[in-house]
């Protein structure tokens, strides 16, 4: 998933928190509703002086929309997927010596954490 829909996903979630409709939030950020029912899809590619007004207006700091702290179960789903992809292409390029390394690394540490 994008970070554009992963930001409009997160503000709908933070929105429905504060029991606000997409009315009211538009009303406060000083946006039409449609403009922001499109910010919450993912079709809009928002600027920051736009996602500020609505950070304002939901009295929340920006890791709110960035990484949220609550995640449904598929959303945590997907964060794990989105994770996964990462940590392969970081690892893609690296010989198998140092894969091995992190894998005893990663290793030492869950084990120590169980």
């Known amino acids: 998933m994008d970070l554009t829909k992963r930001v409009g996903i997160n503000i709908r979630t933070i929105r429905k928190s ?3 409709t997409i009315d009211e939030l538009a009303e406060k950020c000083d946006f039409q509703s449609p403009y922001l029912s499109d910010v919450e899809r993912g079709e809009r590619n928002i600027t920051l002086q736009t996602l500020t007004k609505i950070l304002d207006a939901l009295q ?3 890791g ?3 990484i949220p702290e609550s995640k449904s179960s598929e959303d945590q789903g997907n964060i794990r997927e989105e994770l996964l992809k990462i940590l392969f ?3 893609e ?3 198998e010596n140092d894969i091995r390394m992190l894998l005893n690394i990663s290793n030492e ?3 120590r954490f169980k």
Request: charged share 20%; net charge negative.
């Open 60 to 62: 929340v700091e920006p």
């Open 89 to 91: 292409n970081t690892l």
């Open 109 to 111: 540490i869950f084990g």
């Open 64 to 66: 709110s929309v960035l």
């Open 18 to 20: 504060q029991n606000l």
């Open 93 to 95: 390029d690296k010989d």
